[in-house]
């Protein structure tokens, strides 16, 4: 019985949203004088601008991720708007101080704004109490930049723009394997930390099956990373070929240090979180020479769609954009692309849009500035072919 | 020789450690308190030091000396404002102000130069004096940076006794270490005798972080927090108050964290260091060099 009711609304509602839809078009009609201009406008469906929502720390410990996420999302709608000369998104984005309590209270109010689709959270704790629930409520959600697994386990309405942690790994190994990088594999990580010893397990587990072998896993926490010298010199003793290095630039350039000073000279290998060591001020870049990170954006890439990124971003906001800010601009450009293929507009309810892009992502597959073909499995996670770089002469060059 | 290797890095380390110490050691045998903004006026003090003679190319000595003088400044000023009020107060309100200012430096660090990493140049790095020491046919190495802390370690050290032991100014700090209201009734300035233990802190402070950052490069607003608390730590098992206590509490502290770092587990070695830690106050309460204290806290 319970059913039938809700069935019979559920219509009622679709009936209305319809009717709707048809008085808006037949307003168009009345108004426009241009037929071409109407006929365009019904077949894209309709010109209603769909509501964007962001959520992201643009204060507090955090900050510097949401702001780049804002900035990189408001870019790309600005641009998308400009080019297509009518409002085809509205944005608007919420603080969350990187907390998940104010995250929830940020999602609230976007919703009461009218909020069609999430591109958020930008961190990972805020944006597991956010997923929950944007499962009750069937809203799109697309992270440009939580990689914690649980985040896309939430719900198959989950969507990441960036790397989960082990995948990471697993795509680093793979690489160091196919490429014969190095046989006796060293690993300095930093186990106090999420991204680090996640990234470290996935490693680890899939360079054994690939048959190399680690012959030294070292590891500091946050506490104790003053003195990493300890950890290169057991590297050194082991006959590591090869360090692999899932830790942020700061503590790798220690590692770097440490190792020019007992005068070991291995390949380094490291994640998305070296980016940024070749702006480290005081920094000698030269002991960075060789070293290879995999990194699905930088700015110093030198394809058209990076190019063309980076120097809108620079003009915008004056500053280098960092992968977070890619991240985010590619979310909106992967949902113009639905737009594009004309399976979403702003008429849809939250539910329907929501149906129609988790259809469109898992069939579709989008090029952006973190990378070419990239394509999104049924669970939400992307897969993109690795960006490898390396570093020469104090700059980023793609790896052969 | 990877032994030897191990070793070398841990009395690094414990000097690094140890010289710290030495300024939380004296302010608490001397004002009877923990100033926990020692680290951070290190940080303060590193942080004039990298602008001075990374930014600016200044002589490493000139740069040391005009850390030292704007670290005393902040030292003397830092007592004034924050503990000077507080002197008769319980000690537990004392703590929590140095807590408190200890957080405050970081903020304001943290402002005025963000929290991004900068890479510390060593300041012996083209020193003609010092250069590193290859032993074995170059299997051994020992840089400049060790052999300059460990020697301006024990230098301070001796420099330090002989000034409390053989100076009227010295005598004065014993006097006020030993019982406050008795050496003020003696003519002790007890005030000014505080004011010249916290100068001395942290002119010690400035020339710690200095050698700290050339050690270990990356200067950032928390890089003085941990050290410090390892520092006040190797003080505690040194013997707080005691100068060759510090010292001793710092080196063997650095060798026993790089050690266990070495030989039993890189992930397990800060809880071996606090399981010896735990073991001696057991055994020594007054820690390895301390004198029978009466700790009220």
Redesign the interface.
């Known amino acids: 019985m319970k059913k039938l009711i809700s069935a019979a609304l559920a219509s009622a509602m679709v009936l209305s949203l319809a009717a709707c839809g048809s008085t808006d078009t037949g307003s168009n009609a009345s108004t426009g004088t241009d037929s071409t201009a109407t006929a365009e406008a019904s077949n894209t469906g309709s010109t209603t601008p769909i509501k964007l929502g962001g959520i992201g720390p643009t204060t507090g410990s955090a900050a510097s991720y949401g702001i780049a996420v804002m900035q990189g999302e408001e870019l790309a709608v600005n641009e998308i708007n400009e080019a297509a000369g009518y409002t085809v998104f509205e944005f608007s984005f919420e603080d969350d101080e990187h907390d998940a309590e104010k995250a929830m209270n940020a999602y609230n109010t976007l919703k009461d704004w009218g909020m069609q689709v999430l591109l958020g959270t930008v961190t990972s704790t805020p944006s597991l109490s956010v997923a929950g629930e944007t499962v009750n409520d069937n809203m799109f959600m697309l992270t440009p930049s939580a990689s914690a697994v649980d985040v896309v386990e939430t719900g198959d309405n989950v969507f990441q723009m960036c790397f989960t942690d082990p995948n990471q790994g697993v795509v680093s190994a793979d690489y160091i394997a196919e490429n014969a990088l190095g046989t006796k594999i060293g690993v300095i990580y930093d186990?106090s930390d999420a991204y680090s010893s996640g990234i470290y397990t996935a490693f680890k587990a899939e360079i054994e099956a690939k048959g190399l072998e680690i012959v030294a896993a070292?590891?500091?926490?946050s506490?104790?990373?003053?003195?990493?010298?300890?950890?290169v010199?057991?590297c050194q003793?082991a006959g590591a070929d090869l360090v692999f290095l899932p830790i942020y630039y700061?503590?790798a350039?220690?590692i770097l240090?440490a190792a020019d000073?007992?005068?070991y000279k291995p390949t380094f290998f490291g994640c998305d979180g070296m980016d940024g060591i070749l702006s480290?001020?005081?920094?000698?870049t030269s002991l960075a020479e060789g070293l290879m990170l995999l990194c699905p954006f930088s700015a110093t890439a030198t394809d058209e769609t990076t190019q063309k990124f980076v120097a809108s971003y620079e003009a915008a906001y004056g500053e280098t954009p960092i992968q977070f800010a890619a991240d985010a601009y590619d979310c909106v450009y992967a949902i113009y692309q639905c737009v594009q293929n004309g399976s979403i507009n702003g008429d849809m309810s939250v539910s329907e849009m929501c149906e129609a892009l988790k259809a469109d992502f898992t069939t579709m597959t989008f090029n952006g500035t973190t990378g070419e073909g990239q394509t999104w499995e049924a669970n939400g996670m992307v897969s993109k072919p690795p960006r490898v770089y390396v570093v020469t002469n104090g700059e980023y060059a793609t790896a052969e | 020789m990877q032994f030897l290797s191990y070793l070398i890095n841990g009395i690094s380390l414990g000097s690094v450690y140890a010289l710290i110490a030495l300024g939380y050691t004296m302010v608490y045998g001397i004002a009877k308190m923990l100033n926990f903004a020692h680290g951070d006026v290190i940080m303060i003090g590193s942080y004039v030091v990298f602008f001075a003679f990374g930014s600016f190319g200044l002589n490493p000595v000139l740069s040391i000396v005009l850390s030292m003088v704007v670290c005393t400044i902040l030292g003397v000023a830092i007592e004034r404002v924050a503990y000077r009020p507080l002197r008769e107060a319980p000690s537990l309100a004392v703590l929590i102000t140095a807590i408190g200012m200890s957080y405050l430096l970081q903020q304001v660090a943290q402002l005025m130069w963000t929290s991004n990493a900068k890479s510390f140049p060593s300041v012996v790095a083209n020193s003609s004096i010092f250069k590193p020491v290859s032993l074995f046919d170059g299997q051994l190495t020992i840089s400049a940076e060790t052999i300059v802390t460990i020697l301006a370690c024990v230098v301070i050290m001796v420099l330090l006794l002989y000034f409390i032991n053989c100076t009227s100014a010295g005598h004065a700090m014993q006097a006020v270490s030993e019982d406050r209201g008795a050496a003020q009734l003696m003519g002790v300035n007890v005030n000014a005798t505080i004011s010249l233990t916290f100068a001395i802190g942290s002119a010690l402070a400035a020339v710690a972080g200095a050698l700290l950052c050339s050690s270990y490069p990356s200067l950032q607003p928390t890089t003085g927090a941990m050290p410090g608390i390892k520092a006040f730590v190797a003080a505690v098992f040194g013997g707080i108050g005691s100068i060759p206590g510090a010292f001793l509490g710092g080196i063997l502290l650095g060798v026993i964290e790089n050690l266990s770092k070495a030989y039993i587990s890189t992930q397990l070695s800060d809880a071996i260091v606090f399981l010896v830690l735990i073991v001696v106050l057991l055994v020594k309460p007054t820690g390895l060099l301390g004198k029978k204290v009466n700790v009220k806290v």
Do not use: R, W
């Open positions: 186990s070292e590891s500091f926490t506490d104790n990373k003053s003195d990493l010298s300890t950890q010199t057991k003793n700061n503590e350039s220690q240090i000073k007992v005068g480290i001020e005081g920094f000698d």
